[in-house]
């Protein structure tokens, strides 16, 4: 099993900045990716940012030049800088492991404001 410890987010005006934090606890030696989801009302979960062990990182394109994912495959950091209004979203970390295993943490509020 892995636990998942999510910190960060809140409140911001456009253009502004966050940093979100994930820690992995328990087996986190058979942790294959880690990364951030973020899903916003009406719409469905999709990916931010990820990270495999070994260290390539994969971006989706709308936050790709804006957002930072950094740390180790076991902390993560998602560092948000440029905020736009439709980055309001729960975001959630994520980890893959043990080849079929998946876990998410409880979910982080962050709202941009106009």
């Known amino acids: 099993q892995v636990q998942l410890v999510e910190s960060g987010g809140g409140l911001v005006q456009a253009g502004g900045s966050l940093r979100l934090s994930c820690a992995a606890s328990g087996r986190t030696f058979s942790i294959y990716t880690m990364g951030w989801f973020r899903q916003a009302p009406g719409e469905q979960r999709e990916l931010v940012a990820r990270?495999?062990?070994?260290?390539s990182i994969t971006y989706a394109d709308s936050v790709k030049g804006r957002f930072t994912l950094s740390g180790t495959i076991d902390h993560i950091y998602l560092q948000m800088n440029s905020l736009k209004p439709e980055d309001t979203a729960v975001y959630y970390c994520?980890?893959?492991?043990?080849?079929?295993?998946?876990?998410w943490g409880q979910g982080t509020q962050v709202t941009v404001s106009s």
């Open positions: 990270m495999r062990r070994g260290g």
């Open positions: 994520n980890v893959f492991a043990n080849g079929r295993e998946e876990y």
